[in-house]
T-cell receptor, first 115, second 111 residues
């Protein structure tokens, strides 16, 4: 298995532009998580899905952020409009539901820089 | 709410030194506790876990004991190697597969 695949690995954009981050979970995993990692706040859970349905989006910082999971093999995290304070590493993770945390697998992350 | 506090880094040690990275947590009930490791350019990987008080998790020479009386889960290794250089995260897990992470501690091992 290829693991959790995120794209792009690096994204540099200008303030005000729309940014879309993509994630392909491991096949057969039906829980998907988006995390954000910054120096100031560490690793924060933004949103998670179970069976393609958003279960908890309380970590989404504001309305500029939105996430979708149109099917079991694809999810997006969109920021519109982007701001410099959104600069961070964004991780996607997936796991089979009900198997515990030892089955949580992370992607390599997307490094986002908003100028 | 639940929270995890880690010792601030960065931590720099010489090869074969003894390592301790402190982690304390605040939570009600009996959460599970974890250490994750993030190698450069990679995502987080589970290093070890403990699911109840007095459990000891261990992997790759690392150990951590779930201490409910001190609400701690300190990470230890008796003799570190250059390949252990990474960022280490303490985390708390409670239901619904949600994890609460500490800030992370960057560890650098010099040969």
């Amino acid at each position: 298995d290829a693991g959790v695949i995120q794209s792009p690995r690096h994204e540099v954009t200008e303030m005000g532009q729309e940014v879309t981050l993509r994630c392909k979970p491991i096949s057969g995993h039906n829980s998907l998580f988006w995390y954000r990692q910054t120096m100031m706040r560490g690793l924060e859970l933004l949103i998670y899905f179970n069976n393609n349905v958003p279960i908890d989006d309380s970590g989404m910082p504001e309305d500029r952020f939105s996430a979708k999971m149109p099917n079991a093999s694809f999810s997006t995290l969109k920021i519109q409009p982007s701001e410099p304070r959104d600069s961070a590493v964004y991780f996607c993770a997936s796991s089979p539901t009900g198997t515990g945390y030892e089955k949580l697998f992370f992607g390599s992350g997307t490094q986002l820089s908003v100028l | 709410g639940d929270s995890v506090t880690q010792m601030e880094g960065p931590v720099t040690l010489s090869e074969e030194a003894f390592l301790t990275i402190n982690c304390t947590y605040t939570a009600t009930g009996y959460p599970s506790l974890f250490w994750y490791v993030q190698y450069p350019g990679e995502g987080l990987q589970l290093l070890l876990k403990a699911t109840k008080a007095d459990d000891k998790g261990s992997n790759k020479g690392f150990e951590a004991t779930y201490r409910k009386e001190t609400t701690s889960f300190h990470l230890e290794k008796g003799s570190v190697q250059v390949s252990d250089s990474a960022v280490y995260f303490c985390a708390l897990g409670r239901g619904a597969q949600k994890l609460v992470f500490g800030q992370g501690t960057r560890l650098t091992i010099n040969p």
